[in-house]
């Protein structure tokens, strides 16, 4: 099980596996360029450019980097750059995708189209993967970043989307936890009466556990949860905290990063393969730690597919 | 301005003025009992203990402390102390309320009854204050622990409630972020159109000012702000965060306090008198750290009425 950024960059280096190749949507933007070669130098990856190569060329040529060590796969548009890293995906030439200087709606229309597209489930969603010091491992945050205001069958899909990721981090059954102000259903307040229907539907479930309504300290306090009495599977255990909505979600992920020294990696999930979504405000370290964790992620696909 | 615990209480040492009378409702519980003497020692406040004498009687002779320094009103059931609890405050004799071993909906029915209650505005609210290491001064946090899922009008309620409360810490024009995952305003998203309103109602306000919609990140931290190009008046350095529900508001005060070594002070406000409304979780700290904050408003509701 791999419970924080240091330990996932660890066992990916120590696994003697093909490099998986990453697909750079309009990569043609410095800190994207940055991020990717950090690890193609660390022989993690190797990057497929997507973009007019005139605006390439010269980025590139700037760069302390192994010119035999990419590839250049020349557009000239944003639609064609985002329709090419998807067909390479489906094709199965690369094992993610990273967006570069692009739209993210451009980019996610070509991953949703139903005939040229590399859907999988019905629902894309977020998950923010956190570290942070008040906790022995990863907390993970779904939904704060793709659906508005989920219902409980889209619920359903974000849950199990996740759980791919956390089992590709070796997390055989990992822990929901569906999100209320308290652990009591009030059939007014709407979340807490997913929490219960979600609880219901998963119940059977062997490859994830997920319980609700639970508040924030019942779901990460082990000691909360004993002095509550709370009687459940998850007794401050819980792995991922599922979001009322996708304000409680950003919110919380937000507040854990800014206000409780987290470090956070993002993806898009649930398609064939994860895609990085840097956003105007992620750091290079952010982006580092989602490329490590879509790195994960695609070896896993890789070895379920052999 | 009050910034900080620390703050409020030597601000309350150095005021010279009258001693505040709280009404503690079912008072026979040793940890109210203690919190509440605490504060009675260091000449603060004047305890009215309501509950059944011979419930009081053993846990007092028990306590290391001046036995004229309080009074006992005997009463016979859970709903009589209710009752005489917003009594005491609706005759002038008690500045505010302490909740003792009673259930907050029999407490609070009391309080709202149209005819013998302490009804102030139609709405009452939760308002926490935060202090944490990463933030120069207090964080509100409103509502997390009240109303369910509030409309656009109970959310100008819920703001008019706590700018009494900042106001009585000297913020003369709190600001107040209303949160949602982003600072653009999508049709779909309800707390995003309700942020948006809300900035309207506010806008010709002198008691406050009021922004949204917003994520946490651009609220709270200016160089974000900055970074991010946001036009606005509140530039990372809102005092107040305006929960979309009270999910939202939850989770935020919870991760706040449990994952951002925050400290809490938590209140019901909105009623003549503020109520101090333990948990089955609150600490020790944090009965006391309310106590303080409703002594502070309650000396500034008594200025009000010189």
């Given at each position: 099980?791999?419970?924080?950024?240091?330990?996932?960059e660890?066992s990916?280096?120590?696994?003697?596996?093909?490099?998986?190749?990453?697909?750079?949507?309009?990569?043609?933007?410095?800190?994207?360029?940055?991020?990717?070669?950090?690890?193609?130098?660390?022989?993690?990856?190797?990057?497929?450019?997507i973009?007019?190569?005139?605006?390439?060329?010269?980025?590139?040529?700037?760069?302390?980097?192994?010119?035999?060590?990419?590839?250049?796969v020349?557009?000239?548009?944003?639609?064609?750059?985002?329709?090419?890293?998807?067909?390479?995906?489906?094709?199965?030439?690369?094992?993610?995708?990273?967006?570069?200087?692009?739209?993210?709606?451009?980019?996610?229309?070509?991953?949703?189209?139903?005939?040229?597209?590399?859907?999988?489930r019905?629902?894309?969603?977020?998950?923010?993967?956190?570290?942070?010091?008040?906790?022995?491992?990863?907390?993970?945050?779904?939904?704060?970043?793709?659906?508005?205001?989920?219902?409980?069958?889209?619920?359903?899909?974000?849950?199990?989307?996740?759980?791919?990721?956390?089992?590709?981090?070796?997390?055989?059954?990992?822990?929901?936890?569906?999100?209320?102000?308290?652990?009591?259903?009030?059939?007014?307040?709407?979340?807490?009466?997913?929490?219960?229907?979600?609880?219901?539907?998963?119940?059977?479930?062997?490859?994830?556990?997920?319980?609700?309504?639970?508040?924030?300290?019942?779901?990460l306090?082990?000691?909360?949860?004993?002095?509550?009495?709370?009687?459940?599977?998850?007794?401050?255990?819980?792995?991922?905290?599922?979001?009322?909505?996708?304000?409680?979600?950003?919110?919380?992920?937000?507040?854990?990063?800014?206000?409780?020294?987290?470090?956070?990696?993002?993806?898009?999930?649930?398609?064939?393969?994860?895609?990085?979504?840097?956003?105007?405000?992620?750091?290079?370290?952010?982006?580092?730690?989602?490329?490590?964790?879509?790195?994960?992620?695609?070896?896993?696909n890789?070895?379920?597919?052999?």
């Amino acid at each position: 099980m791999v419970r924080n950024f240091h330990e996932l960059e660890q066992s990916l280096m120590k696994q003697e596996e093909e490099m998986q190749r990453v697909a750079v949507v309009k990569a043609a933007s410095s800190s994207a360029l940055e991020s990717v070669f950090e690890l193609a130098k660390q022989g993690l990856i190797v990057p497929f450019l997507i973009d007019d190569q005139a605006m390439l060329d010269p980025l590139l040529m700037n760069m302390d980097i192994d010119h035999t060590s990419y590839h250049i796969v020349h557009v000239e548009s944003d639609e064609e750059a985002a329709f090419k890293g998807v067909e390479l995906v489906r094709n199965g030439e690369c094992g993610f995708i990273m967006k570069g200087n692009i739209q993210t709606g451009t980019l996610l229309k070509q991953v949703v189209n139903r005939e040229t597209g590399i859907r999988k489930r019905d629902v894309l969603s977020h998950l923010a993967l956190i570290e942070t010091p008040h906790y022995p491992r990863f907390i993970g945050v779904t939904d704060g970043g793709m659906l508005l205001s989920p219902n409980v069958d889209q619920k359903e899909s974000i849950i199990n989307n996740a759980t791919e990721v956390m089992q590709a981090l070796g997390y055989k059954q990992p822990k929901f936890a569906v999100l209320s102000a308290a652990e009591v259903v009030q059939p007014k307040l709407q979340p807490s009466v997913d929490a219960e229907e979600l609880t219901k539907r998963f119940e059977p479930s062997e490859n994830c556990i997920v319980e609700g309504p639970l508040s924030l300290d019942l779901a990460l306090f082990p000691a909360i949860a004993a002095e509550k009495q709370y009687k459940g599977r998850i007794q401050g255990d819980a792995d991922v905290l599922v979001a009322a909505d996708v304000v409680n979600g950003n919110t919380l992920s937000k507040s854990m990063i800014l206000l409780g020294n987290g470090a956070m990696a993002g993806l898009i999930i649930g398609a064939q393969a994860p895609i990085i979504l840097t956003s105007r405000s992620s750091t290079a370290e952010e982006k580092r730690r989602s490329l490590l964790l879509a790195l994960q992620i695609s070896r896993a696909n890789a070895r379920k597919e052999c």
